[in-house]
Every structure is written in structure tokens, then in C-alpha cells.
């Protein structure tokens, strides 16, 4: 199967295609936080056994709720175009055994409104090289808001299992809605800061609950599938000086960004972004000086797929350059027979949601994908932010 990486407007390029045959070994759970050298290496030279992997998993009861100040409640500071607030949220039921750390989570670059109709005109102005009639369809299926009668994609929704898992071993986790910025005009560099930026309102909202029980998210949260309100008491249960990001595709270049050095001023009173995990980050869109993206003395792990054909294999090297070696533990895991969408549910054709496409050569089934993401995600959180609870 041919690979693509995708325009502004969702044309397609073509990319390599993944030539790699997957055995038993690449369903396996990875040995990188267990002691082996595989597919783990760390810049600081002291070797990848650095964490030993879950053997007794624990199972706090998880609950899910949501919460949406509006799809224009935040302005790009860059551009001044709308952004939404809002957020997927699974924490432990259990909150008086916190408090937890937080682990925000940051959706990449796709699509925004589920417009059936521009999906087929898209793909028949494709199949015609009718590029005008393919920028006009992408148009609609990028737009923010979306039209009138048209749903918004909810990829921040993609990370469900993720956020699910995690809030099963003791995490707050935050899945942030981007279509705001993927429909906005940001690119490159100013791209991953305006992530960084949407990453930071949403950590001085929490600061705010966090602390004082009051700001815009006191009242707000709503149960995902009826809309109504839920009375969860969140105030004074999360760690905000234990906090991990973890973003995808651009998303990664965006998490990279915000834990940066030279951008630590911008983080909000009591936050400490405490381990980074950039899940196939698209740094090959961002600029080649990778100085804005360097971090040091904070723990980062680098996640790209073999067969991902839309993040080549310079996410190793331009983290490792961001890095600097100079990091705590800088730790990089190429999953074998991995993709690119399917760590988003709602990017892969599973799901039957607009725009969701393979991406790239096939080789791994989405379930043995996310498990191995899931996997790897857990260990390297608890290892960096875990106080046993």
C-alpha cells in the first residue's frame, strides 16, 4: 500500500512505502523499560534499563467526563484565529487516594468537520487532478468552526484507550481538542508554539480548579454522552507538579516545544512538566534548527513506527538533537510494523469516521498497534511521575 503525508488543504504526497514483514516479536510488549537494547537507546549513555516493566498492574476504577468552553474561546496568539477549549478527561474514581499526576495529551494534524459530502467531492476531484476542486472540498473539512449541521472530528476522542489505561494506573489524563489550530493558517515552527500555547491554557485551567476549586472549569464538566452535568469534585486531587504531555504527529512537535528550555517561563505558576513522550512527531515540517525545541534534564521518549509513512526516521535524530545528550534520559522506540494513524482511533478506517484512512502500509492490526502504545506509554509515566499511589 502506497503512504501519503498531507497539505494544508489535505492533498497528498507520496511517501516510501513499508517494505517490513512483522513476526511475533513486534506484538510483543517492548523490553526498552525492562532492560533490553532493542529498540530503546538513551543519550545520557547509561543504557535503556532504566525501568522495570508492570508486573502487577493497578486497576483503579476509571470515570470519563468532558468539558467544552466553546469553539472559540481561546485566540491564537499568533494569528488571532479561534481556537476551542476542550477536553476529554479519564481520572481515578477514587480521588481521595490522590492526589494524581496529570498527563495531558495532544492530538496532531487532521482533518476537522465531518463533512461527508466534501470527503467524496475531495476524492473525486483527486481521482480527476481537478486541484481546484480538490482545494474547495478540503476547505470545508478544514474549516473552524465547522458549518451549521456538521460535527466537528473528535480526534482528541482518538486517545480514548490511552487515556482509559492510564487513569486505570493512578493518571488524570487530558486529551486536548486542536481543530481550532489544524484549520488555522500556523505553520512550521509557529505551528508546534501555538500547540505549546493551547497546552498551557489548558494547564492554567487545571491550576486554577486545581488549587482554589474555582476558574472556567468549575461546573463545567459534562458526561460525553448525554451533555449533562457531572458534580466530580477535581479540585485538590491532581499533582500539578507531576505532569507528563504526550503528543502525536504534530502534536509531538508541540509537546517538544512547550517542555523546551527557553519555554519554561511560559508555563503557569505550580506546573511541572515532569516527562515528554512524542508519539510519531512530526518534526519534519518544523524548522531544521531544532535550538527552540531543546530540553534538557527532562525525561523524553521518542515513539516512531517502521512503517510510518508520514514521519520519517529524523524524528530520532532531531529529538536527539534537541535533546542536546544533555537530558535525564532521552529514550527512542521504533515499534515494528507500526503506522502512523492508528494510535488515533478516529484517524483509522475502524472507526467509519470522515477522512479515517490507513496512512500508511498496513502490517500491524489497529488493536495490536494502540496495545503496544498503550504499553510503552504506561511504563514510561509511571516511571517518571508515579509516587506508587
Known amino acids: 500500500m502506497k503512504s501519503y503525508a498531507h497539505s494544508a488543504t489535505g492533498r497528498r504526497r507520496l511517501l516510501p512505502t513499508c517494505a517490513f514483514a512483522v513476526s511475533a516479536l513486534a506484538l510483543t510488549v517492548p523490553q526498552i523499560l525492562a532492560g533490553g537494547a532493542a529498540h530503546a537507546t538513551s543519550m545520557s549513555g547509561t543504557g ?3 525501568t522495570a516493566g508492570i508486573t ?10 468532558s468539558y467544552d468552553l466553546g469553539d472559540r474561546a481561546y485566540r491564537l496568539p499568533e494569528t488571532g484565529e479561534p481556537v476551542e477549549l476542550a477536553a476529554s478527561v479519564h481520572y481515578p474514581r477514587d480521588l481521595g487516594a490522590g492526589p494524581y499526576p496529570l ?4 492530538h496532531g494534524w487532521h482533518e476537522t468537520c465531518a463533512d461527508r459530502e466534501a470527503e467524496t467531492a475531495r476524492a473525486a476531484a483527486q481521482q480527476a487532478q481537478d486541484w481546484d476542486a480538490y ?16 460535527a466537528p472530528i473528535a480526534s482528541d476522542r482518538g486517545y480514548d484507550y490511552l487515556g482509559e489505561n492510564l487513569a486505570a494506573q493512578g493518571f488524570v489524563v487530558v486529551s ?4 481550532g489550530i489544524n484549520a488555522s493558517s500556523v505553520s512550521g515552527d509557529e505551528n508546534a508554539s501555538a500547540r505549546a500555547g ?13 488549587s482554589t476549586g474555582g476558574g472556567p472549569l468549575a461546573g463545567r464538566f459534562r458526561d460525553r454522552d448525554t451533555g449533562k452535568p457531572v458534580g466530580v469534585r477535581l479540585a485538590a486531587h491532581v499533582d500539578l507538579s507531576r505532569v507528563g504531555t504526550l503528543g502525536h504527529s504534530r502534536g509531538g512537535a508541540g509537546v517538544t516545544w512547550q517542555a523546551a528550555d527557553s519555554h519554561r517561563s511560559q508555563w503557569p505558576d505550580g506546573v511541572r512538566v515532569g516527562a515528554v513522550l512524542a508519539l510519531a512527531p512530526a518534526y519534519n515540517v518544523m524548522t531544521e534548527d531544532m535550538s527552540a525545541y531543546t530540553l534538557t534534564g527532562t525525561p523524553m521518549a521518542v515513539v516512531r513506527g517502521t512503517c510510518d509513512g508520514q514521519v520519517g526516521t529524523e524524528a530520532f535524530a532531531f529529538a536527539g538533537e534537541a ?19 492508528y494510535f488515533n482511533t478516529r484517524w483509522s478506517p475502524m472507526s467509519g469516521e470522515v477522512a479515517a484512512a490507513d496512512g500508511d502500509a498496513v502490517q500491524l492490526t489497529e488493536k495490536q498497534q494502540r496495545r503496544l502504545g498503550t504499553e510503552y506509554a504506561v511504563d514510561f509515566f509511571r516511571r517518571h511521575l508515579d509516587d506508587g499511589k
Open 323 to 341: 535533546t542536546a545528550g544533555d537530558s535525564e534520559e532521552f529514550l527512542t522506540y521504533a515499534p515494528p510494523g507500526a503506522n502512523h494513524n
Open 56 to 65: 502487577t498492574p493497578r486497576q483503579h476504577p476509571v470515570a470519563t467526563v
Open 103 to 106: 498527563v495531558v495529551v495532544l
Open 176 to 179: 486536548v481538542s486542536a481543530n
Open 198 to 210: 493551547l497546552i498551557n491554557r489548558h494547564l492554567a485551567l487545571w491550576q486554577r480548579l486545581n
Open 135 to 150: 482545494e474547495a472540498a478540503g476547505q470545508k473539512l478544514f474549516a473552524w468552526p465547522c458549518a451549521p449541521g456538521t
Open 48 to 50: 535503556a534499563g532504566h
